[in-house]
C-alpha cells in the first residue's frame, strides 16, 4: 500500500522560507514522477511544481516559478519543495503526489494515483 507523508509545514511571514518533505513508500520510488500541489480555502486543488522520476526534469506553475524548488532524494524516497520568497497567496494545503510508472511529469491531477494527507502552509503578513 503506498503511503506519502508530507512534513515541513507551518506559519511563516512573508519574505520567508520553509521546507516541506514527502517521505513515499509502498512502491519503488525511484520510477514514478512526482508532483506538488496545492489547495487554498475556497478553491481548486492547483498544480505547483513536478520532478522526473531519475529528476531529469522539473515544470514549475508560473505562479510559483523562481521562488519554489522540486528536488528529490531517491535514496531516502523522499521529495522536497523549497518554498522561497513566500507570498500571502501561497497560503494553502499542500499536497505531494506519485504519478504512474516511469510516466513523464504531469501538471494535470488525474495523472496522480496516489496522494498526502497535505500539510498546511500559512504565509503572514
Known amino acids: 500500500q503506498v503511503q506519502l507523508i508530507e512534513s515541513g509545514g507551518g506559519l511563516v511571514q512573508a519574505g520567508g522560507s520553509l521546507r516541506l518533505s514527502c517521505a513515499a513508500s509502498g512502491r519503488t520510488f525511484s520510477l514514478y514522477p512526482m508532483g506538488w500541489f496545492r489547495q487554498a480555502p475556497g478553491k481548486e486543488r492547483e498544480f505547483v511544481a513536478t520532478i522526473h522520476w531519475k529528476g531529469l526534469s522539473t515544470f514549475y506553475a508560473d505562479s510559483v516559478k523562481g521562488r519554489f524548488t522540486i528536488s528529490r532524494d531517491n535514496s531516502k524516497s523522499t521529495v522536497y519543495l523549497q518554498l522561497d520568497s513566500l507570498k500571502l497567496e501561497d497560503t494553502a494545503v499542500y499536497y505531494c503526489?506519485?504519478?504512474?510508472?516511469?510516466?513523464?511529469?504531469?501538471?494535470?491531477?488525474?495523472?496522480?494515483?496516489?496522494w498526502g494527507q497535505g500539510t498546511q502552509v500559512t504565509v503572514s503578513s
Open positions: 503526489a506519485m504519478g504512474r510508472l516511469t510516466s513523464s511529469p504531469s501538471v494535470r491531477t488525474a495523472e496522480y494515483d496516489y
